[in-house]
């Protein structure tokens, strides 16, 4: 039998504050339940196997992240974060969003803020292609200009703050807003793809030093299953990643921006993660425009350079591998199509404005990686 309540006790007296709102909540639940019905029918991507001479017994496999209904590999990290903001409830009705981006993450979130119907602000260079502000624009995306790149993530701290809004900030909450332990995320989907082939364990990832967050899921992942499967990162000329890893200093600067979209950065991002990484390759920009071209060639439709950044690691790691006897399997991505920069990497007169050799890195890599 329970003891007699303490007459001298009076919970009435506590100190109280109740600040549950039922409205929100219900709110919050059908924005959840629209992420989670966008991952159900976008939930995977292909695997494409570009075939090598079979006598090296090395097989590629690029993971092509193209075919996501807003474009590219930014759709995933675009769902996370707008799921990661809404769990830890910084997200309410009417809540203004703001990204520092003029690429492909600024396009995947503003096609989830339309679905969230929330309004959406991407802070951007003034140099940025009309391409990408269009598609940006046609996801239902504004654009606000700074005039140089390193002002982008402090002015859209401010933007959000003057508004009472949340900076979705993808170079700090990358590595964090994905599950990494699975969840169908990309590390999980490609295992699963490989399970019937030859290798099915990679013997390397390649991937390219954007966020931090793909490399970050992919180096916990393998890691947490105990898989002897490495993870080399690719990184572009004026990014801080390449040597800031290097060197080991989590302060390394980059006076110049990249001239490669998508990949490289200023300075080493909270959401890269330098001590899962157990290979780093610095590309040339002209490599990796040749690197776009190559592989686009091969596939027969055009990628965009950032993926040019991830066949020319490729192209390493394979030699290396051959170099030592290796068999095995290596996957990289297909990050974006090259489509976004018909007036860029596949303009030749583009191209020779900023005096890029490409051709010489073009039979470089047909030598590396040759038809059977």
């Known amino acids: 039998m329970a003891p007699d309540a303490d007459p001298t006790i009076d919970l009435s007296a506590l100190q109280d504050v109740d600040r549950s709102d039922p409205e929100l909540r219900a709110w919050v639940s059908e924005r959840v339940r629209r992420l989670e019905a966008d ?3 976008s939930a995977d991507t292909h695997l494409l196997h570009v075939e090598l001479p079979p006598q090296w017994g090395i097989d590629l496999y690029v993971k092509d992240e193209s075919t996501h209904p807003t474009g590219s590999l930014k759709h995933r990290l675009a769902r996370s974060l707008f799921m990661y903001a809404l769990v830890n409830g910084w997200l309410r009705p009417g809540s203004l969003v703001v990204e ?21 602000v991407a802070v951007m260079p003034r140099s940025t292609s009309p391409e990408k502000i269009r ?13 140089r790149a390193d002002q982008m993530c402090a002015e859209s701290a ?14 700090t909450y990358a590595e964090r807003a994905t599950d990494w332990r699975g969840n169908n995320n990309i590390a999980e989907s490609i295992l699963d793809q490989l399970a019937e082939e030859p290798h099915p364990i990679p013997s390397w990832v390649v991937v ?4 931090g967050g793909t490399s970050a899921t992919l180096g916990r992942y393998v890691r947490y299953h105990r898989m002897p499967t490495r993870l080399c990162v690719t990184d572009v000329e004026n990014s801080a990643f390449y040597p800031g890893w290097k060197q080991r200093d989590p302060h390394a600067r980059s006076q110049a921006s990249s001239a490669i979209e998508g990949i490289g950065r ?20 002209e490599a990796s425009v040749a690197g776009a071209r190559f592989l686009s060639a091969r596939l027969g439709r055009r990628v965009g350079a950032s993926t040019g950044t991830n066949i020319v690691g490729v ?3 394979v030699q290396g591998m051959r170099a030592a006897g290796e068999r095995g399997s290596v996957v990289t991505l297909l990050c974006d199509s090259g489509e976004r920069y018909a007036h860029t990497y596949f303009d030749d007169e583009w191209v020779r404005a900023r005096g890029w050799q490409i051709e ?3 039979r470089r890599l047909e030598q590396a990686l040759p038809t059977p």
């Not at 390219?208 to 966020?211: K, P, S, V």
């Open 39 to 41: 991952a159900r029918r």
């Open 100 to 120: 520092s981006s003029s690429g492909s993450t600024a396009v995947s979130e503003a096609h989830f803020a339309r679905m969230l119907d929330l309004p959406f």
């Open 135 to 147: 598609l940006i624009q046609a996801q239902g995306g504004r654009c606000h200009f700074v005039d």
């Open 158 to 171: 401010r933007l959000a703050a003057e508004h009472g809004g949340h900076f979705l900030d993808q170079f």
């Open 208 to 211: 390219g030093a954007g966020t």
């Open 266 to 285: 200023p300075i080493m991002e909270p959401s890269f993660v330098p001590a899962i990484v157990d290979r780093m390759i610095r590309v040339p920009d």
């Open 315 to 317: 192209a390493a790691i």
């Open 360 to 362: 010489p890195w073009q």
